[in-house]
């Protein structure tokens, strides 16, 4: 996923201003990250890894990974 693409996946149903601090926070993340870095979301149960343009979902969790 884009960075985008990711923004919009995590503020489905928020106010747009809440999306917008949303994408300048994954931007924040994917900065700090080497590439191949994890980044993990409990909240979203997800590991993804870091790509050139964004994430990519390593692993989706039903219950606690």
Not at 26 to 49: R, S
Request: overall charge negative.
């Amino acid at each position: 996923m884009t960075l985008d693409e990711m923004a919009v996946a995590i503020s489905e149903g928020l106010p747009c201003w809440q999306q917008k601090a949303n994408r300048e926070w994954l931007e924040d993340v994917h900065g700090t990250l080497t590439l191949g870095g994890k980044w993990i979301c409990p909240n979203l149960g997800a590991v993804y890894t870091k790509t050139v343009d964004g994430f990519e979902l390593e692993k989706q969790c039903e219950t606690e990974c």
